[in-house]
């Protein structure tokens, strides 16, 4: 396999990042995840325009050649070079070089992209769910973001695995309702859509972005409200989404809910 180091495509072999790495010593960087579907990039600009986004929240320098036309060009020929599969999974990770403690020595960064071969499935159903009951998210300014510091999720993630479940609802330190384990949630309730705000902590997803835009495109309701669990019980519809797809939640603490199906077409609309 290969992968794109600082504008340069290596083998896998050849990635040598130092034991004094900011990005293995605190978590200090950012990444993001990207379908390609077919050689195609889904969202490719919004994943980028959010990565950049985040590197000035935390203030990260990346070169100026670092935007959109140059990494399609770069990607567009890392995945020629790992034909004949045409569905992937790419992994932009970026993160501070400088050395130091926890204040560096320098903002200068880094970036790796590397590009895993994936069978693509745009719907899933998911049917054993559950609130999560060891781990809460707290807003920051960097939360909306997709850290490479992501503990909180793999924790959250073991509660998964150790509780056998499809997926795990995450809420705010308030109680409120924020995210899914990897996803944004939505819900439908008499008609209208509905999704925590970013002020529970959840990232601002790419697909939750494109898919309140569809929303309101088309004369949809879509609003974001604080709800407590007790309340999204009340929903007559729920559905978690990221770019890997659509994920209808059919049954949460035991109780059914039913598949809209008008989402599945909005989000082929987007491929």
């Known amino acids: 396999m290969k992968a794109i180091f600082n504008d340069h495509i290596i083998d896998f072999e050849d990635i040598n990042l130092s034991p004094l790495n900011r990005g293995f010593r605190y978590g200090d960087g950012l990444f993001e995840t990207i379908s390609v579907i077919n050689y195609k990039l889904l969202l490719f600009n919004r994943h980028i325009t959010r990565l950049q986004e985040g590197c000035e929240i935390l203030n990260i320098n990346l070169p100026e050649h670092f935007n959109t036309n140059h990494l399609k060009k770069g990607v567009e020929e890392l995945l020629q070079s790992q034909k004949p599969t045409a569905n992937f999974i790419l992994r932009i990770y970026v993160w501070r070089e400088g050395i130091g403690l926890y204040a560096p020595s320098s903002n200068d960064g880094s970036f790796l992209i590397t590009a895993e071969a994936s069978i693509y499935k745009n719907f899933t159903v998911l049917v054993n769910v559950d609130f999560a009951r060891e781990v809460w998210n707290v807003q ?3 939360s909306k973001f ?4 992501a503990l909180n999720y793999v924790m959250a993630g073991i509660e998964k695995q150790q509780r056998k479940l499809d997926e795990i609802i995450i809420t705010d330190q308030n109680g409120f309702v924020s995210e899914a384990l990897a996803s944004n949630i939505f819900w439908k309730q008499n008609g209208n859509y509905f999704t925590p705000p970013l002020e529970t902590g959840c990232v601002e997803g790419i697909m939750r972005n494109w898919l309140m835009e569809r ?3 088309v004369g949809e309701h879509i609003e974001e409200k604080r709800i407590l669990p007790k309340q999204l019980m009340e929903a007559d519809s729920i559905f978690t989404t990221n770019s890997n797809g659509i994920h209808h939640i059919k ?3 035991g ?3 039913h598949l809209d199906k008008r989402i599945i077409q909005y989000f082929k609309d987007s491929i």
Not at 146 to 149: E, G, M, Q, R, S
Request: positive net charge; aromatic residues 18%; proline residues 0%.
């Open 140 to 142: 920051t300014k960097y």
């Open 146 to 149: 997709k850290t490479i510091n």
């Open 215 to 217: 929303f309101n495109k």
């Open 251 to 253: 049954k949460l603490t």
């Open 255 to 257: 109780k059914i809910f």
